[in-house]
């Protein structure tokens, strides 16, 4: 299986600030990765596929790079909404693997 | 606009087995897939596999293999998943999601998730 590691596993950020979480794969998958967000109770909402594809709705502050084995997602100006916690996925193979999460916290 | 409903929660003994429905409407169930992901209490995701609602091929995750079985029903737009032999470590919300499987794709609309307990 395909492991995905996030890094940091959490994250002390004020609203306005700008961060990056970063994702690696233990071997190369192109840029089959998506980064999803998600809140206490809910399901994960997806907000960047193949990488860099910012999924529809998803506010223009959320951007993803990268390929081959490292991956960026960056939001630009963090908002009150976006505290949560944040997942890669890996598609090139199954199975489908995830990160183990990167939470997001107010300083 | 695409939604995916969830059964409701269950509790379970260890040993027993459960079946958990995820009704899709707002697109054509048959052009797309079903993923079914599962999250124990204050962890991460993981993949339990994924079944083609075009002509029920089907994928699983290694470790759950013979203990998972994924159906879909196109009369009814209803995929399910049943997992058998249950464990204490098996108590998780299970999601389900839409899957475009002729391509590599990240699954994009989700269900809101079913909790189950395994307890004896």
């Known amino acids: 299986d395909i492991q995905m590691t996030q890094s940091p596993s959490t994250l002390s950020a004020s609203v306005g600030d700008r961060v990056t979480i970063t994702c690696r794969a233990s071997q190369s998958i192109s840029r089959w990765l998506a980064w999803y967000q998600q809140k206490p109770g809910k399901a994960p909402k997806l907000l960047i596929y193949t990488a860099s594809n910012l999924e529809s709705g998803v506010p223009s502050t959320f951007s993803g790079s990268g390929s081959g084995t490292e991956f960026t997602l960056t939001i630009s100006s963090l908002q009150p909404d976006d505290f949560a916690t944040y997942y890669c996925?890996?598609?090139?193979?199954?199975?489908?693997?995830f990160g183990q999460g990167t939470k997001l916290d107010i300083k | 606009q695409v939604q995916l409903v969830q059964s409701g929660a269950e509790v379970k003994k260890p040993g027993a087995s459960v079946k958990v429905s995820c009704k899709a409407s707002g697109y054509t169930f048959t052009s797309y897939g079903i993923s079914w992901v599962r999250q124990a209490p204050g962890q991460g995701l993981e993949w339990m596999g994924w079944i083609s609602a075009y002509n029920g091929n089907t994928n699983y995750a290694q470790k759950l293999q013979g203990r998972v079985t994924m159906t879909t029903d196109t009369s009814t737009s209803t995929a399910y998943m049943e997992l058998r032999s249950l464990r204490s470590d098996d108590t998780a919300v299970y999601y389900c999601?839409?899957?475009?499987?002729?391509?590599?794709?990240?699954?994009?609309?989700w269900g809101q998730g079913t909790l189950v307990t395994v307890s004896s």
């Open positions: 999601a839409r899957l475009i499987v002729v391509v590599p794709a990240a699954p994009d609309y």
């Open positions: 996925q890996q598609y090139q193979n199954y199975p489908y693997t």
